[in-house]
């Protein structure tokens, strides 16, 4: 199943799968000490818009147009549907850009920082997160129910599928996994400067919000970083 589809058949049971109130508690951290008030944000996947109706100036965008509506609906601010590869804006529009909880995971990496590179301001800064390849609670979840050639071809192949089930019809989805040098590595090629990485979901407890730049960010299910658009790109 392709992307797209994948997610406009999942966008109207998405906010019941993912209300876990302590699951974005590291996201809303983040915005609250990089993103200011008068900050022109742009949302990459913003979903239904759970990070976009706390942003003050922002524009989501998304793949899925019943994900964009919800999104629309739930904040008054303006969704575009596109790709993060293809960013329907001019040069230099935003000051900030924000992709939480793995909407990269399903793109070419390259690609997308390079367009996010392109429609920032000289002093841009981009926050994002992506699935950790190392993400202690899925491995040990799938070593305990005896899947051990699945942990081992993710630890391997760097991919994996994300199955749900919706109206009583299975979908999914594949995705990408990623560690921190890969992404680091990434991020300095396509003119990004490394301000701080960061560990969302570590314990899915209130205790990220104090551990989420500790040593155990290594494990969480999302590695996140902070990124400075290069002065010298």
């Not at 974005?24 to 022109?40: C, G, L, S």
């Not at 992404?183 to 003119?191: A, D, F, Q, R």
């Amino acid at each position: 199943m392709g992307i797209k589809e994948y997610y406009d058949k999942l966008a109207k049971s998405y906010d019941k799968l993912y209300k876990n109130k302590y699951m974005r508690v590291v996201e809303r951290e983040i915005i609250k000490r990089e993103v200011k008030d008068d900050d022109f944000i742009l949302d990459i996947g913003c979903g239904t818009g759970e990070q976009l109706k706390i942003l003050n100036e922002a524009v989501g965008l998304d793949i899925s147009i019943e994900m964009a509506k919800i999104a629309n609906k739930k904040t008054n601010k303006p969704v575009v549907v596109a790709n993060a590869e293809f960013l329907p804006f001019k040069n230099k529009s935003f000051d900030k850009a924000i992709s939480f909880f793995g909407a990269l995971n399903h793109c070419n990496l390259k690609r997308a920082l390079r367009e996010v590179n392109r429609v920032l301001k000289d002093d841009g800064v981009f926050i994002f997160t992506v699935a950790n390849i190392y993400d202690i609670k899925w491995i040990l979840k799938n070593i305990l129910r005896g899947n051990f050639k699945k942990v081992r071809s993710a630890m391997k192949k760097r991919k994996g599928t994300i199955t749900k089930v919706i109206d009583g019809e299975k979908i999914k989805v594949k995705t990408r996994f990623y560690d921190f040098k890969e992404v680091e590595n990434t991020l300095k090629k396509e003119g990004f400067e490394i301000v701080y990485t960061f560990g969302a979901n570590i314990t899915n407890s209130p205790l990220d919000k104090f551990i989420y730049k500790t040593f155990l960010k290594n494990f969480a299910s999302y590695i996140g970083f902070v990124a400075k658009k290069s002065k010298n790109k």
